[in-house]
């Protein structure tokens, strides 16, 4: 239990940690006695800039008290030359004032793809928040580095002042993972009272915030902490906004190594004995992922909770794709994504574009709802409209290959079949800033020889199970009745965004959508880091079968 060791263990390391600490400018940093725990509340964050909020335990310091524990962003470590092939994304000359770059790890495909949606979710919040015009960084690192295991973090500046966003892999199952997978789920609860320990003990700290954001994905999908071990084996939680005096301010728990030990799950022990023991990261023990049936259409994670509205924005956080909370002492979920398991999720889809004169319209549509949707792109349109594609970028939406020409991609083969996947790849990744991890195949022609050929790319191939026929009615109407009459949870609906009629509808379907309490996700936060290259998916996340739609194969609109 980690109260009863913190009081075990207060004569021994008290003194050593007892003290409170005021930094200077915006940090105030307190470190409570007690060996089990510690709390810095580590910035202000009154949204401007935190200039005030150390103030929060000023006057009560002492002139002799020791010098804090190191922030745990802080003390990463930059393990990057022991990640083979790793280059370097960046995304700071896609719009200004963004400076966005983050490594790319082609060996470690499901931890690319994540810290990918992890950005695009970075830069969606950035726009919804209304401070496009404004700066944002951000900057990613690899700290922890073992032969089958690796960690991520992401640091950038929001609202509430810098929060990381951490993402955990492990070769195995090419599984990407947040902080909450660091510790096993029957823990948790003891993770939530050592937490409840450490801040009963600091004025002004309001611990029913800590225990609200312990029930919440971390950022950037949620107001949850990103957790982060040292090699010490000390365990830091970094909370993005508690509540601190009666304001938001982040706040970082530390739980000593003796506390942590025994909460960590068998991936968290793996990650603390990387960072214990770094070693270069070894691709040859990447495997596939399972959760996948039959021909690979369909997607089943093994946990599928009952579905449920999203959670209200809280104005301390993000503000899109907010998941239930997960109720007191159960873990909330450490997918990379928001949590589909609790959500009713649909991915809205739009094909054929960047269009030059319906792109802005369609994304100005989308934020307005804060709505996440994915782009799939003819890379001749890319080609021609670069800057369309690189906006949508920056506007944080995903962007999928459409292949080069539309042409009928099962009809193809050898050198013309390579070069309509290749060259688009290419033309979005010179745009874009990054190549896609998604790729739609014209009429949803596709067979094992496509398959193999844009799984090559890394991708996988996203097909549809609503297909609004937008392309053919060419009525708002029409398009809104469509998505009505077919969308069920888990859908995957295809629009495309060339036609003006499409995107007349887009406002209505997205009232609808939210009424009846859905939430769009990307095609790539549907698949809850699930989906494989070289396969292909008719639906994101499903609870009953459903078959194939007639066409959906052999040519639908596409
Ligand atoms: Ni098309």
Redo the contacts with the bound molecule.
Sequence with gaps: MAHAGRHERKAETGPRRRGVIIGAGAAGLVVLGGGAAALVATQGGDGSGGSDGGGLFAGSGRSTTPPPPPRAVDSLADESSKVPEIATTDLSGLADPRSVSFPRLPRARGLSEALDMAVNKILREHVYSGAEASALSVTGTVFAAGADVLGAALLHTDAQGEVPAVVYYRSAEDRPFTSPGLIAPERWADLEKAVASAAGDVEGVDAASLAHALQQQPRPWGNGPAIIPLKDGTLHLVFPAATVAGKPAAAEVILDAATAKPLLSEDGTAVLAALASPAPFDPATVTDPPGTKGDADYIQPPEVGAPASPREADPTGPDSQLAPLSGPGVRPSPVAAPDATRLKAVALTF??GPDPNLNQPLRDALNEHRAASTF?F?GKNVKEYASWCAKTAANGMEIGS?SWS?VQLSAQSGDKLNDEVVKPTDEIAAAAGRPPFVM?P??GARNDRVDEAVGAQGQSSQIWDVDTLDWKTKSAPKNVSAVQGATVRGSIVLM?EIHPTSVEAVPDILDWLDENGYTLLTSSELGQNQMRAGKHYMQGLVTHEIAPPAGASDGG??
């Design positions: 094909d054929d799939y003819i459409h539309h739609r014209p009429y495309h609109a596409g």
